[in-house]
């Protein structure tokens, strides 16, 4: 089973990390293939409690080697201070590799990025705030500057130029701000070029002998399916695709040798940031979600919005993904709610929908139908195998996944690593 894909199945948050970390023993590669540090993935390993923005989750698990590949936008400075922050907890760094054709991400991304939100106003994004948009724009404007420009500086100088040129006009004739000088970025840049030149390889070409040789590689989406700037709810999505086909032309490895598509899903639904977002609870089902599921952004730390689970998403994510698997977070969450309600199709102006609109408007204002389960008291957090979940908890997860097109291989009842009801074996 040597290629699988996991991806976050709603708007992030899922719990991809620990995901990861569970089938990290097993796995050789560990790739990042899309999105940059607006990720925030937290792994819980016993007493330690681990956040990685930038990094694969991968790194933490010893042996393992993990990739950033050329889908990436990487902000150099934030690499530097999480490999160094690892290190120093004992984290062995040493194998990583980056993608030469990976983009950077430079000080005028991120200011354009919250000068941008700024002026949006009212229709604000509320983008982490990190370069993200502005990285990807240069990209596909073709100004961008990629992990090989590094060493040419006098390539790099030109490119930087280029991509000031206009900059800077919009900078300081638009947004008020002062103009950004050619050689504070140049000379910053290439404070990093010796530190980094060991690391920037052609990962494409590594990862497919990898896969030849028989290894185990892990593509680790950043985001999820609701933030793919195709196929989530565009505008309010990042500027990257966070879905399994990212996983392809974010690394360069063809989507036939993708064996496994796991897709993770939480029991119940969150966003951070702004969009539609059908089943949100502004009440104090919101409120219990939001504390008994710790919902504050591992990135930015912001509240996230609460709301149950959405079925239709779901399937949504099993269609455009080629889900072969979910995994299931955050079902202990739920316990000590009497009810639970799924929402399973929509009210669209008077009418019964059971996908994911096409039309956005339509999304804005569709009204969830739900279903409602019964409850379950007793904790399950030290849960082990499916039998010895409550019945009802057994049947939550047997209703959701009739309603969601993939099979629930796995189950998390709680943070840490051992928290985990397995089903069926997710690289078998
Ligand atoms: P990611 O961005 O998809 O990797 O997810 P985050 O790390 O941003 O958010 C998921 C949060 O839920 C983290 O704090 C995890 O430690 C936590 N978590 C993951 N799985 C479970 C679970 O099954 N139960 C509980 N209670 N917490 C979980
Ligand atoms: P992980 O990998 C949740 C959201 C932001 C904002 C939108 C665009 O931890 O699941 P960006 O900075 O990417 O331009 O912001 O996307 N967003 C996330 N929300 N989890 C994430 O990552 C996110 N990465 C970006 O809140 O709404
Ligand atoms: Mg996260």
Redesign the pocket.
Known sequence: MPGIVLV?AQW???????ATDLLGSRVDYVVKFNGGNN????V?IGDEKYALHLLPSGILTPGVTPVIANGVVVDIEVLFDELTALAARGVDVSRLRISSDAHVITAYHRTLDRVTERFLGKRQIGTTGRGIGPAYADKINRVGIRMQDLFDENILRQKVEGALDQKNHLLVKVYNRRAISVDEIVDDLLTHVERLRPMVVDTSLELNRALDRGDTVLFEGGQATMLDVDHGTYPFVTSSNATSGGAATGSGVAPNRFDRIIA?VKAYTTRVGAGPFPTELLDESGEFLRAA??EFG?TTGRPRRTGWYDAPIARYAARINGVTDFVL?????LTGLPRIPVCVAYDIDGERVDEVPASQSDFHHAVPIYEELPGWEDDISGVRSFDELPMAAQDYVLAVEELSGARISAI????GRE?IVVRRDLLA
């Open positions: 976050g992030g948050d899922e719990g991809k990390g620990k990720a925030g993935h937290t819980v993770v599921g710790f591992t977070t955050k079902l202990d969450v998390g009842v709680g943070a928290a």
